[in-house]
């Protein structure tokens, strides 16, 4: 339809018996209530009594507004200043007012380019809302395969009492378990005095410290940077090298750090250190599997029970613990079935005092491989092989043993 905007009612009444169909208003506020109620107006015709400043106002608003409204200026005589006043204020056209075959051409060039805009701006619309689909779909694909992407286990060696085999532990299980195949990450998390490097004679340049430069964002770039080869399928994240940094990397950063190596290895093993600090529980939280270590005398008995005692106090479930009993020798006084009596625990696994552990440790090669054939390193590597196939059997299920949705709600009330 076409819309005429004439204060004179007889120059309006020629322009509607030429334009079939138009609706004429004789001022601009009766114009845009018009307007508003007819999203559909393809044309304006501005009749020669309409002064200057107010079609330029109105063709302004609708280039704005209305682009595809076809705003035709009608003047009495067209020269050079109302060519002006036209391209300045988006005027469609400016046509003579007595020529009416012109003003009719003028309006049928304003519907077929409205029709165009229309077309364009649905087609626009239209690919927006395909490329929105594509998007919510690419995203849940994206979510999917997230969700159906293996999550890898993760196992934290834990004790609060200092030099039982923790690191030993640690260290010799992550070695079997990769050289069994599998894709395996070691993380020390013992900030003070983490040993993992030295014990498996690496010199990394980039420590967990080196999270704080990321500013919380842990990506694969991330991940990369801090991470140290040791063999084909083992990387290890080391600790500091020095006790002196200004940065250090936060609780958050750990925790992050944690759930993205778990989306990139099969087995994620971590070594603490001998307190419950932020560090150990935020891997305690994550937990699959927890291994305490213990030796055969009364400190480490004392110290364990403790441990024993705080983790039922966090509620985290016996069924997630694992037990390695180290030094297991009967000449220290106190025997096996003593020591698994009072902590409640039967050890998964024992190992026995040895000159081969030492010189392993010295030589910075894991027992399994310096001394593979030692009864120590078959007790490992059978533990190893143990939470191997517990990572793989527990796959099928949603909530793993020890882990909850977090700490904070496993305290009990």
Request: aromatic residues 4%; proline residues 2%; negative net charge.
């Given at each position: ?221 991330a991940i990369d940077s801090v991470l140290t080869k040791y063999s084909d399928n083992l990387s290890i994240v080391a600790a500091p090298i020095r006790l002196d940094s200004l940065e250090q990397a936060t609780a958050e950063d750990v ?53 024993i005692n705080t983790l039922e106090l966090l509620n985290f479930t016996k069924e997630s613990w694992k037990f390695v009993l180290n030094r297991a020798d009967g000449r220290v006084g106190l025997s096996v079935d003593e020591y698994e ?30 001394f593979a054939s030692h009864q120590n390193s078959k007790t490992l590597a059978r533990f190893a092989a143990t939470l191997a196939q517990s990572s793989s059997t527990s796959d099928t299920s949603s909530d793993h043993g020890g882990r ?10």
């Amino acid at each position: 339809m076409t819309t005429i905007l004439e204060p004179d009612a007889s120059q309006a009444s020629v322009l509607q018996a030429m334009l079939h169909g138009s609706s004429a208003f004789g001022d601009m506020e009766a114009l845009r209530s018009h307007l508003r109620d007819t999203p559909n107006e393809f044309a304006v015709v501005i009749g020669p009594s309409v002064a200057a400043e107010f079609a330029a106002e109105f063709a302004q608003w609708a280039r704005v507004q209305r682009p595809d409204l076809g705003v035709i200026l009608l003047r009495e005589t067209v020269d050079s200043s109302a060519l002006a006043l036209a391209l300045r204020s988006g005027m469609r056209e400016v046509v003579q007012a007595r020529d009416l075959a012109g003003v009719t051409t003028a309006v049928q060039r304003a519907r077929s380019v409205a029709s165009a805009i229309g077309q364009t701006l649905m087609d626009e619309a239209q690919a927006a809302a395909d490329a929105a689909k594509a998007q919510v779909a690419a995203e849940a694909a994206a979510a999917q395969a997230a969700a159906d992407a293996p999550v890898g286990q993760l196992h934290t060696v834990f004790s609060t009492k200092g030099g039982v085999g923790k690191s030993l532990v640690a260290t010799n299980v992550a070695v079997a378990m990769a050289d069994a195949g599998h894709r395996v990450c070691l993380v020390d998390l013992d900030v003070n005095s983490g040993d993992v490097a030295i014990m498996l004679q690496l010199n990394p340049t980039r420590t967990i410290n080196d999270l704080v430069g990321f500013s919380g964002v842990i990506d694969d770039g991330a991940i990369d940077s801090v991470l140290t080869k040791y063999s084909d399928n083992l990387s290890i994240v080391a600790a500091p090298i020095r006790l002196d940094s200004l940065e250090q990397a936060t609780a958050e950063d750990v925790g992050r750090l944690l759930d993205a190596l778990k989306l990139r290895f099969e087995a994620v093993v971590v070594d603490t250190s001998g307190v419950f600090d932020d560090h150990a529980l935020t891997a305690l939280d994550r937990s699959d599997t927890i291994v305490l270590v213990g030796t055969l005398d009364i400190p480490a008995l004392k110290g364990l029970k403790l441990a024993i005692n705080t983790l039922e106090l966090l509620n985290f479930t016996k069924e997630s613990w694992k037990f390695v009993l180290n030094r297991a020798d009967g000449r220290v006084g106190l025997s096996v079935d003593e020591y698994e009596s009072t902590l409640g625990l039967e050890a998964n696994a024992t190992l026995v005092s040895a000159n081969e552990v030492l010189n392993a440790v010295n030589r910075g090669e894991p027992l399994v491989r310096a001394f593979a054939s030692h009864q120590n390193s078959k007790t490992l590597a059978r533990f190893a092989a143990t939470l191997a196939q517990s990572s793989s059997t527990s796959d099928t299920s949603s909530d793993h043993g020890g882990r909850k949705a977090g700490r904070l709600r496993r305290r009990k009330g």
